[in-house]
């Protein structure tokens, strides 16, 4: 009884769809007509009569009148494209038809935002800005919320501090005229480089200027070029008329290991004066190719922006130490010059120059990266550079006398530059140079951005002139020394090509012009 029930339901079910599909394949039929004779009627109205099972419908095309009991029929449908029968073709793309976000490119469509297709032409930038000579579908263009920039130059200016050059022994000291200056006596004071030559800060500036090559804006090109300002720590010392106070050299003998010292100035003796300069510069310059990882979107609170980089690094350090003194002998006093006792008025002038030059040549990797949030910007860069650094090594030394009764007179060497010593010198040496940055930065507008930030750069393995100082010095190879041409004794003072580290930190304050 049961499964009567449920034939006779699914025999009126099917009745039903039965009838609904006629009545549609009747009103596409009907519509087909309407359309064809439309296209083929040069002139008038056409009429299409159709049956169906609810009796005749009648439809007029064009100006005729329509019962109001008639069914409302669609417009009708264009011909088949080419004409004639047979399955109907789709008309061509429109070439401004574009592929949606999520969809795939294919043949005869451009590409959406973020998508290029085979052999298409990208439409937007990172930032979905329509590129130039493009036009999108206007649905397809997503909120533009920032200029993306193709160029940018950024200036510094820069307060940084060096490491402190030192010197193994004081280079000027004063005393009772009994010790003369001489070091461990307990009358003698250090005038000059008793301790690190500690320098201000050095002003300077760094110029940045890159470009992005192409059209996604992910591989571009940088150039950084820096320099400090050349600073000068001066030590100058002189007595009064009567040679008040005393003052003078001070070194180590090689030949006994005991302190001794030539004297500058000695009271009612000579007069005297000295000057101690340590003066020093740095610059550089590096060419970097940028490859952009990870860009945010600048929608987003917090939009993070991450290049790594890869390039060539030059750095250069320049240094030099110089120690000149001045006596004039009084008549009546006497000079010990060239291995002879010369007798007064005179002057006596000695010099010692330590001038060292460090070039930095190598590759160098490292990152960039930017956080910000609204107007405010967060950075930290670093880079590690690898190569060779070249030093180059000069030390210069000269004595010299003239006077009433003296025949002027010039000889190499002062007290710490000797014949041992005297000269250029060249090594190379592996060097590394790490650098870190680490800031804060503010858009005043969406294309300028000021900014500040703490700055460490670390040189290994350079020459700097007080570590060149060799304090033994054997009096027999000093042209004002009363041993002076006796001979014998160890060939000191010698050169040392003492190698340390150096470094720079500081404060920048910047401006970046994005275009």
């Known amino acids: 009884?049961?499964?009567?029930?449920?034939?006779?339901?699914?025999?009126?079910?099917?009745?039903?769809?039965?009838?609904?599909?006629?009545?549609?394949?009747?009103?596409?039929?009907?519509?087909?007509?309407?359309?064809?004779?439309?296209?083929?009627?040069?002139?008038?109205?056409?009429?299409?009569?159709?049956?169906?099972?609810?009796?005749?419908?009648?439809?007029?095309?064009?100006?005729?009148?329509?019962?109001?009991?008639?069914?409302?029929?669609?417009?009708?449908?264009?011909?088949?494209?080419?004409?004639?029968?047979?399955?109907?073709?789709?008309?061509?793309?429109?070439?401004?038809?574009?592929?949606?976000?999520?969809?795939?490119?294919?043949?005869?469509?451009?590409?959406?935002?973020?998508?290029?297709?085979?052999?298409?032409?990208?439409?937007?930038?990172?930032?979905?800005?329509?590129?130039?000579?493009?036009?999108?579908?206007?649905?397809?263009?997503?909120?533009?919320?920032?200029?993306?920039?193709?160029?940018?130059?950024?200036?510094?200016?820069?307060?940084?501090?060096?490491?402190?050059?030192?010197s193994p022994i004081p280079l000027l000291t004063t005393g009772a005229t009994a010790t003369v200056g001489i070091l461990g006596q307990p009358t003698t004071v250090p005038l000059a480089g008793d301790e690190r030559f500690k320098h201000d800060a050095f002003s300077g500036f760094r110029i940045t200027a890159g470009a992005w090559m192409d059209p996604n804006y992910r591989i571009g090109i940088e150039g950084v070029g820096f320099t400090t300002e050349r600073r000068q720590l001066s030590t100058f010392v002189a007595s009064d008329p009567l040679g008040i106070p005393t003052f003078a050299r001070p070194f180590i003998d090689a030949n006994t290991q005991t302190q001794s010292s030539l004297p500058v100035s000695i009271p009612l003796e000579r007069t005297g004066s000295a000057a101690v300069v340590n003066d020093s510069q740095s610059f550089g310059f590096e060419g970097n190719l940028l490859v952009n990882v990870f860009r945010g979107r600048p929608d987003c609170k917090w939009s993070l922006n991450f290049n790594m980089l890869g390039g060539f690094r030059y750095f250069n350090l320049t240094e030099s130490l110089n120690i000149a003194t001045n006596s004039n002998v009084f008549d009546g006093g006497f000079q010990n010059f060239d291995g002879f006792l010369i007798a007064g008025p005179l002057s006596l002038f000695t010099e010692d120059n330590f001038f060292v030059r460090n070039q930095f040549y190598g590759g160098q990797l490292g990152f960039q990266s930017t956080l910000r949030n609204g107007r405010w910007a967060f950075l930290f860069n670093s880079k590690l550079a690898l190569g060779v650094m070249h030093q180059e090594i000069e030390n210069y030394g000269v004595s010299a006398i003239s006077g009433l009764t003296t025949i002027p007179a010039r000889l190499p060497g002062g007290i710490l530059v000797q014949s041992t010593n005297l000269g250029q010198f060249n090594q190379d040496s592996f060097s590394l140079i790490p650098e870190v940055q680490a800031g804060v930065g503010y858009y005043l507008t969406q294309n300028i951005y000021v900014f500040a930030a703490y700055n460490f750069i670390y040189v290994t393995n350079v020459v700097r002139p007080g570590d060149q100082i060799d304090p033994l010095v054997n009096p027999a190879v000093v042209p004002t020394s009363p041993s002076y041409g006796t001979g014998g004794g160890p060939n000191r003072p010698s050169a040392l090509l003492a190698e340390t580290d150096f470094w720079l930190q500081g404060i920048n304050f910047g401006i970046n012009i994005r275009f």
């Open 1 to 166: 009884m049961r499964n009567g029930f449920h034939a006779a339901s699914a025999r009126r079910f099917a009745a039903r769809w039965s009838i609904s599909l006629s009545r549609c394949t009747v009103l596409m039929i009907a519509l087909v007509a309407a359309g064809q004779a439309a296209a083929q009627s040069p002139s008038g109205p056409a009429r299409v009569r159709v049956s169906t099972p609810e009796g005749e419908l009648i439809q007029t095309a064009g100006g005729g009148q329509v019962s109001p009991n008639t069914p409302i029929i669609p417009p009708p449908l264009p011909a088949p494209v080419g004409g004639g029968a047979g399955p109907m073709e789709m008309p061509p793309m429109d070439p401004g038809m574009m592929a949606g976000p999520g969809m795939m490119a294919g043949p005869g469509m451009m590409a959406g935002p973020g998508m290029v297709g085979p052999g298409q032409v990208p439409m937007f930038d990172p930032y979905g800005r329509p590129l130039p000579g493009t036009n999108p579908h206007p649905m397809f263009v997503p909120p533009v919320p920032e200029y993306f920039p193709c160029y940018w130059v950024t200036t510094e200016y820069f307060l940084w501090k060096i490491r402190s050059d030192r």
